[in-house]
């Protein structure tokens, strides 16, 4: 071997031994790295003073496995669990008895008299108009219980409450179609468009009625076509985030409502959920080009699937002069259903049939006062004995 041949070896070799020196003077005492550094961790080591004062950090014992905690998320928010229907047709018979207690003890007064002549009948008469039963209601009943007592001829409280009951539940009228959910679809949701003009609650009373399809189990989209009033939007949102119910909105002000109608039912369609609901913005009635307006995101809407449902939100406390909203609403929308608010405390019972007379549609769902959970199905045996109760 030649000199030169040893001294390239002895060169390698050397620098061999230099690398593999430094590597381990790098790495050496190295603690392994760890996917996640937790409190825990850092807590494992504690320090004390050397014996020169310096500040000495005792490691645990390097044998020992390093616990590594998973990554804490933030929490879901939690969401209001609706209260079941049941429970609010209870609190609905309890309010209208504590508020309907002079209509139904003055009739039956009235009715239970020794004699009834043509004054006793013309009080009845105006107890009944001032219960905003309507005119004509008012007329028809009169001469039905008329008829009654003058057959019969029982003074007996309990029949003549009995025959007042089955009377006005005539009135009422239990064979309207009071269904509240619309009939599923196959291959899109149930689209309920809702209409009322400014200060009946509207988008309040809308945020309450995903509640009530929440209860129901369903999957609910709302849509705030209620571009006109700033606020709408985030009214309706808040109401839909209590319960998880997404809201499609724009984030342009004065947006064409038409437009986020639209976007509402086809992110609807995407989302398979069951109901979609659009707000819309508070029309005056005597506003021509508005109530134009609803009848454009009628027409938009429906290019992309039918609405099943166009519900009507009156205020109960306007009485007689509801039926008038009612009344043009209806010629432009074709409304299939009422939603009526504030029936407790000051409203009067009988609004409910002149209602319906006035438009040929049934009242389905009825508002019971501030809460959440304040909304319910109109059912006519229990809002009639509420009626008579006391």
């Not at 309890?94 to 006793?120: C, H, P, W, Y």
């Not at 008469?125 to 209601?137: F, Q, R």
């Amino acid at each position: 071997m030649s000199d030169s041949l040893t001294l390239t070896i002895i060169i390698v070799a050397v620098v061999a031994v230099v690398a593999i020196g430094i590597i381990a003077f790098v790495t050496k005492g190295r603690k392994p790295k760890t996917p996640y550094t937790s409190e825990r961790d850092a807590d494992d080591s504690s320090a004390g003073q050397g014996e020169d004062g310096s500040t000495v950090t005792t490691e645990g014992a390097t044998d020992t496995a390093i616990a590594v905690e998973e990554p804490v998320f933030p929490a879901a928010p939690k969401l209001d669990v609706p209260e079941p229907v049941q429970g609010r047709l209870a609190r609905l018979r309890a309010r209208l008895t504590k508020s309907n207690n002079m209509f139904s003890k003055g009739l039956l007064a009235l009715l239970s008299q020794d004699t009834i002549d043509e004054d006793v009948w013309d009080e009845i008469e105006e107890n009944l108009l001032m219960a905003d039963l309507g005119t004509e209601p008012a007329m028809e009943l009169v001469d039905a219980l008329r008829e009654r007592v003058k057959i019969e001829g029982s003074k007996d409280p309990v029949r003549v409450k009995a025959m007042l009951r089955e009377e006005l539940l005539k009135l009422v009228d239990p064979s309207l179609d009071r269904s509240y959910l619309p009939e599923p679809h196959a291959d899109r949701p149930s689209i309920i468009m809702v209409v009322g003009v400014n200060g009946v609650g509207k988008t309040t009373t809308i945020g309450k009625m995903a509640r009530v399809f929440v209860a129901d189990d369903k999957d609910v989209l709302l849509g705030a076509a209620d571009t006109f009033r700033a606020a709408a939007a985030e009214q309706l949102a808040t109401w839909g985030d209590r319960v998880g119910v997404p809201t499609v909105r724009s984030d342009i002000d004065g947006a064409d409502p038409a437009s986020v109608a639209f976007e509402a039912v086809s992110a609807g369609i995407d989302q398979e959920v069951d109901i979609v609901m659009i707000d819309t913005a508070g029309r005056l009635q005597n506003k021509v080009g508005l109530m134009d307006e609803l009848g454009k995101i009628k027409r938009v809407v429906e290019k992309k699937a039918t609405i099943d449902e166009v519900l009507l939100v009156l205020d109960a406390t306007t009485g007689q002069n509801g039926l008038q909203q009612a009344k043009v609403f209806s010629e432009v929308v074709n409304v299939t259903g009422i939603v009526l608010t504030k029936l407790d405390g000051t409203a009067k019972g009988g609004i409910v049939v002149a209602i319906q007379r006035q438009l040929g549609v049934p009242v389905k769902l009825v508002g019971l006062g501030e809460g959440p959970d304040d909304l319910a199905p109109f059912n006519p045996e229990d809002f009639v004995d509420a009626l008579l109760e006391g």
